[in-house]
């Protein structure tokens, strides 16, 4: 995360402590707090709950965990290569409630002229800064089974089935 100010707050959800951060008015990271790949190095922290975004955050965070399909619409600016970005627009793409798999991921990439690795795919989305907004929860493994999450496999399969249910 490099630039001007980062602003930043920290929420409450019932699978834990999120921290989202802003930049630009939009979103930058959300994280649980703790997972693995969480930020390190950021210069400066600037503590604004009330930074625009994030009260279009908020609502997104209460309707997602209230079992609907959240219709808010946020600004998203993840930072990363043009692999990984191309990664997370496949997972942006994935229908609330379903699921894919890193295979196909990469036969998608392949598809569109981009080669790529399951294991480099793989890469990808576990380095998505942007939980839930962009859902890296939905990637499973070839057989269906769950696999890798930075924020941890219960509370993958937790979203999962907060999804599945209405």
């Not at 600016?77 to 994935?94: A, C, T, Y």
Request: charged share 20%; hydrophobic share 40%; with cysteine.
């Amino acid at each position: 995360m490099t630039g001007d100010r980062v602003f930043t707050f920290l929420t409450e959800t019932p699978l834990g402590k999120m921290q989202a951060a802003a930049q630009n008015h939009s979103i930058i990271g959300l994280w649980f707090v703790g997972q693995k790949y969480f930020p390190s190095g950021v210069e400066v922290w600037l503590n604004e709950p009330d930074y625009p975004v994030f009260v279009s955050l908020k609502s997104w965070l209460e309707e997602y965990f209230s079992r609907k399909k959240p219709l808010t619409e946020i600004p998203l600016s993840p930072s990363g290569s043009d692999f990984q970005k191309k990664v997370w627009k496949i997972l942006f793409e994935i229908p609330y409630g379903e699921t894919t798999t890193y295979g196909a991921i990469t036969t998608r990439l392949t598809a569109g002229g981009k080669k790529a690795a399951a294991q480099a795919v793989g890469g990808a989305v576990g380095r998505n800064p942007i939980s839930l907004l962009i859902p890296c929860h939905r990637v499973l493994g070839a057989n269906g089974s769950l696999t890798g999450y930075a924020g941890g496999l219960e509370k993958k399969r937790a979203l999962l089935e907060l999804e599945k249910n209405p």
